[in-house]
């Protein structure tokens, strides 16, 4: 079945990378830096931050508050 849904169905590269971020973030043991996240993901800083503002309003991640 995942395979008709692979060929129908456009990948979209934007939830990937939002995915991507949450299992890193999950997998993380301490505070991370924007450029460190970014660049652990090969994402630009923008895009990365674009992502995790959209999670922190949305209630999944937060700021700690120092930074």
Do not use: H, W
């Amino acid at each position: 079945m995942s395979t008709i849904i692979e060929k129908t169905t456009q990948k979209n590269q934007s939830t990937d990378k939002v995915f991507r971020l949450l299992e890193f973030l999950a997998k993380a043991n301490e505070p991370l830096r924007l450029q460190v996240i970014a660049e652990s993901l090969e994402m630009n800083c923008s895009t990365a931050l674009r992502f995790l503002k959209s999670m922190e309003s949305n209630g999944y991640i937060k700021q700690e508050p120092e930074t």
